[in-house]
């Protein structure tokens, strides 16, 4: 069975700091790989998503994110952070074929002070 | 567009009770996926329901059941709870063409289950 770690349980930044959150996942086949979001209070959302193509993908508020298949990683990136992107955040991965469970990592809380 | 709802937001229960809890999906998906996500861990995958078939399940017992309605909507049903049922259910839904195939999942603020 696929399953997914994410390296970091807790990330302060200050603002303006860049920002790279691990994801490695284990599964031998092709994936579809997806990051999602939880503001505090908030429902959990899609933040991007990895499917086939150009292995750096971009999602929403500015953040991105690099597939590199001979490392199974799927990291999140985002140049300059902001008070606003205070969250947890979830690594996910799906194996491409017939399927339809999504396996999350533990997710990584990030702090940003202003 | 209507999102997609869970009731209760919170529940109380003691062991060896039974619960139900409902997801009203987000309209015109058909499918319903359930997660379980206890306090410092990800969403874990418990079945999910495909045109009111399951269409799969995670490694949950089988006291954990549920139910998919001619308009979509879904139950969880829970017998026998445990103390390590204590969690947060998130219930998500999509639009698949087919069951095989995937397509974004929407989830719901969860239902926040505490077992005493």
């Known amino acids: 069975a696929q399953s997914v770690s994410q390296h970091n349980h807790h990330v302060i930044l200050s603002e303006a700091a860049s920002l790279e959150l691990g994801c490695n996942y284990s599964?031998?086949?092709?994936?579809?790989l997806f990051w999602y979001v939880q503001y505090p209070g908030q429902h959990l959302q899609l933040l991007l998503k990895?499917?086939?193509?150009?292995?750096l993908v971009k999602g929403i508020k500015g953040f991105e994110a690099e597939f590199i298949k001979s490392k199974f990683s799927f990291n999140l990136r985002k140049p300059s952070v902001q008070w606003s992107d205070t969250a947890e955040y979830f690594c996910?991965?799906?194996?491409?074929?017939?399927?339809?469970?999504?396996?999350f990592g533990k997710g990584t809380k990030l702090s940003v002070i202003p | 567009e209507t999102g997609v709802t869970q009731s209760p937001t919170h529940l109380i229960k003691t062991r060896g009770q039974q619960v139900t809890l409902r997801c009203s999906s987000q309209?015109?998906?058909?499918?319903v996926s359930w997660y379980q996500q206890a306090l410092g861990q990800g969403p874990q995958f418990i079945f999910q329901?495909?045109?009111?078939?399951?269409?799969g399940r995670g490694n949950f017992p089988p006291r954990f059941s549920g139910l998919q309605f001619p308009n979509y909507s879904s139950e969880l049903n829970v017998n026998a709870l445990e103390l390590d049922d204590s969690a947060l259910y998130l219930c998500?839904?999509?639009?698949?063409?087919?069951?095989?195939?995937?397509?974004?999942?929407?989830f719901g603020p969860g239902t926040r289950l505490t077992v005493l």
């Open positions: 599964y031998g086949g092709t994936v579809n």
């Open positions: 990895y499917f086939s193509g150009d292995p």
């Open positions: 329901y495909y045109r009111e078939e399951e269409n």
């Open positions: 309209s015109g998906h058909n499918t």
């Open positions: 998500a839904s999509s639009l698949l063409g087919n069951r095989w195939g995937y397509n974004e999942q929407f």
């Open positions: 996910a991965v799906i194996p491409e074929a017939g399927s339809y469970q999504l396996t």
